[in-house]
């Protein structure tokens, strides 16, 4: 089946540093996917979409020079969270649409915990 | 636009007894329905989805769920609680046309008890 892989699934950093987080499609191509965020106990908040080889669309109220997003190859996004402080500190989430599908055709993966210091 | 509605953020029920995880919706457009589950610090993995087509739907794990346009539910189902269905579960809507973004209802943790 759909494997989407998220790299690293925890990671730990200092106030005012910059953190990458990948998404890779590992079986499939995926011309589009999807950055959530989660704070404990709460739901998945979406924050952008990806689509490959063009800019993400944001949601409302999330700072696109905050999250930096780049979707350069049909298997691979990226999360850069610029300059993080503590209160970026969360569940980040990828999932990945496999390409010519719908939402029905939806793969997440297992998460990246991300903790600033 | 859409969004859901989970009823309860905490359900307790005793292993064996009937799980009933309550979901509404509201969609401008024929709404994708799907229930997840997670369990803590991983990722979300589909128990189930519904598109087109039979509104009852059966998933994983012996989960089912109904669409029900006049109700704008899609309650979660399981005849009988198993230990290892203690998790979070969150219900999600899309739009048919909207390429696989979900907007998801504010989850339902399932403790069962022994």
């Known amino acids: 089946g759909a494997v989407v892989s998220q790299h690293p699934s925890w990671v730990i950093c200092k106030s005012g540093t910059s953190v990458k987080i990948e998404c890779r499609s590992l079986?499939?191509?995926?011309?589009?996917m999807f950055w959530y965020r989660q704070f404990p106990k709460q739901s998945l908040m979406l924050m952008a979409t990806s689509n490959e080889g063009s800019k993400a669309t944001y949601e409302q109220g999330v700072e696109k020079d905050k999250f930096l997003i780049n979707h350069a190859s049909l298997t691979l996004s990226t999360l850069t969270v610029t300059s993080a402080h503590p209160e970026d500190s969360s569940f980040y989430i990828c999932s990945a649409s496999q390409s010519g599908s719908g939402a029905n055709v939806l793969t997440f993966g297992a998460g990246s915990r991300l903790t600033v210091l | 636009a859409q969004s859901v509605t989970q009823l309860g953020s905490h359900v307790s029920v005793s292993e064996g007894a009937l799980v009933l995880l309550r979901c509404n919706y509201s969609?401008?457009?024929?709404?994708?329905l799907f229930w997840y589950v997670q369990y803590p610090n991983q990722g979300l993995q589909l128990l189930l989805k519904?598109?087109?087509?039979?509104?009852l739907v059966k998933g994983i794990n012996g989960f089912e769920a109904e669409f029900k346009k006049s109700e704008t539910s899609f309650h979660l189902t399981k005849p009988s609680a198993h230990m290892s269905d203690a998790a979070e579960y969150f219900c999600a809507v899309s739009g048919g046309n909207q390429g696989g973004k979900l907007i998801f209802g504010q989850g339902t943790e399932l403790s069962v008890k022994p």
């Open positions: 969609s401008s457009v024929p709404p994708y």
């Open positions: 079986d499939f191509q995926a011309t589009t």
């Open positions: 519904y598109t087109t087509g039979a509104t």
